[in-house]
């Protein structure tokens, strides 16, 4: 697992070192440029993604069902991570982002249209929820779960999702699911 950490640390770099426009660093930008200049150079290298300034991070709803591996993986090649629940507005504000795409409109190859999958997990120790960036969820500020969602149902739901309707659930990893990535607005500030 430190191999997939020191990746998704090194896709981050890759992307800050991808944001070096026309010469210019980015790290120009925030010596007396405005942020919102800072902002729209760098959404531009986003594609997809949306910003939520209140909460400080850009999110993509990734509409091709995949694993949770996977779905992890392509976020970081995006420069960002599996949305990581920092608290109840951002829950809120992922509900509604779900509810921009109903049941209804998604992949026939998704598994259920009930769940996204979202940056958490058990894999390292059954029932210690760790997010993507091995905090646990206590500390990553959301832990609500669905009721009896914690439940490693058939012994084998070791991967974070959140319920249409709200609230955290343990879902099996190899499900197809849709996902929602996420990058802070201070991504290239990770060291
Ligand atoms: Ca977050
Ligand atoms: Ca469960």
Redesign the pocket.
């Known amino acids: 697992m430190q191999f997939i950490k020191v990746v998704g640390i090194l896709s981050l770099v890759a992307v800050c070192a991808s944001a070096f426009i026309n010469g210019t660093s980015l790290n120009n930008f925030t010596n007396g440029t405005s942020k919102d200049v800072l902002i729209s150079q760098r959404s531009s290298i986003r594609r997809g993604y949306i910003l939520n300034e209140d909460?400080g991070?850009y999110y993509k709803y990734q509409t091709t069902p995949n694993t949770w591996p996977n779905a992890r993986g392509i976020c970081e090649s995006e420069g960002g991570h599996l949305?990581?629940?920092?608290s109840e507005k951002?829950a809120s504000f992922l509900l509604s982002l779900m509810g921009q795409h109903p049941a209804s409109s998604l992949d026939r190859r998704v598994t259920t249209t009930d769940y996204i999958f979202i940056g958490f997990h058990d894999l390292f120790k059954d029932w210690e929820f760790v997010t993507v960036l091995d905090q646990t969820i206590e500390a990553a500020g959301y832990f609500d779960w669905v009721p009896g969602g914690a439940n490693n149902a058939g012994g084998n739901e070791k991967c974070g999702s959140l319920w249409r309707n709200g609230g955290l659930n343990d879902i099996t990893c190899n499900f197809l699911l849709t996902f929602v990535c996420?990058i802070?607005v201070n991504a290239c500030d990770y060291d």
Do not use: A, D, K, Y
């Open positions: 909460l991070s949305v990581i629940i920092n951002e996420e802070p």
